[in-house]
């Protein structure tokens, strides 16, 4: 079985500051890892994705991840975020090869970043 | 821009009521998805289909059944809403692995209070 886990539930940081969100996961075999947000009241958007290839992946809005395979982690960074950042953040994984026809994810409890003015 | 539109923001039910919460994706996708969000929880699968008249469990199928009668449209059915299944719905869509690895794009979500 495979699990993500996200380290901090709630991150709050003052406004042009940097900020790290922790993803850790666990999986026998290998897989994709995303990160998503979820702005309130909304439903989820990409944020970016690692397939293969270089380990420091860039996304939307400035944001970017590192995958390092042997912590079996995937933190996702900005170096100055903006009030409109303010949203939750969500870590899932794919397994490779997870079977015809399927394509589920396994989602962290998401982590609530919190920009103050 | 691949659209997927759940058919209510906001849906008030009684114990014991039967609910349909109905998803439509624009973009020919053959994976859909239904989850639930709780606070704390993240996001769970309740089912996905993969194909038209196709269906498989999720990790809490328990107190619900879909349809997938046509590929653009994926319905969660609560048999009898308990005040347990009071949450946020989430529906997803995607193309099937392999191609490239589309991720799932999601509906803004159904707000459900069972009262």
């Known amino acids: 079985a495979q699990s993500v886990t996200q380290l901090d539930s709630q991150v709050p940081v003052f406004e042009e500051a940097p900020v790290e969100l922790r993803c850790n996961y666990s999986?026998?075999?290998?897989?994709?890892l995303f990160w998503y947000v979820q702005y309130p009241n909304q439903g989820l958007q990409l944020l970016l994705k690692?397939?293969?290839?270089?380990?420091l992946v860039k996304g939307i809005n400035g944001f970017e991840a590192e995958f390092n395979k042997s912590q079996t982690s995937f933190h996702l960074r900005k170096p100055s975020v903006h009030i409109s950042d303010t949203a939750e953040y969500f870590c899932a994984l794919e397994r490779v090869n997870s079977g015809a026809g399927s394509y589920q994810l396994t989602f962290g409890k998401g982590t609530k970043l919190s920009v103050i003015p | 821009d691949v659209k997927v539109t759940q058919s209510s923001r906001y849906l008030v039910k009684r114990t014991g009521e039967k609910v349909f919460l109905e998803c439509v994706q624009d973009m020919d996708h053959e994976n859909m998805f239904w989850y639930r969000q709780d606070p704390g929880l993240g996001l769970r699968l309740i089912y996905f289909s993969y194909d038209v008249k196709m269906k498989e469990k999720g990790d809490i199928p328990e107190g619900y059944s879909v349809s997938r009668e046509k590929k653009e449209r994926f319905s969660l059915i609560l048999e009898s809403a308990s005040t347990n299944q009071t949450s946020m719905y989430l529906c997803?869509?995607?193309?099937?692995?392999?191609?490239?690895?589309?991720?799932?794009?999601f509906g803004d979500g159904t707000r459900l209070s069972i009262l």
């Open positions: 690692y397939l293969s290839g270089s380990t």
């Open positions: 999986s026998s075999v290998s897989v994709y």
């Open positions: 997803a869509s995607s193309l099937p692995t392999g191609w490239s690895n589309q991720p799932q794009h």
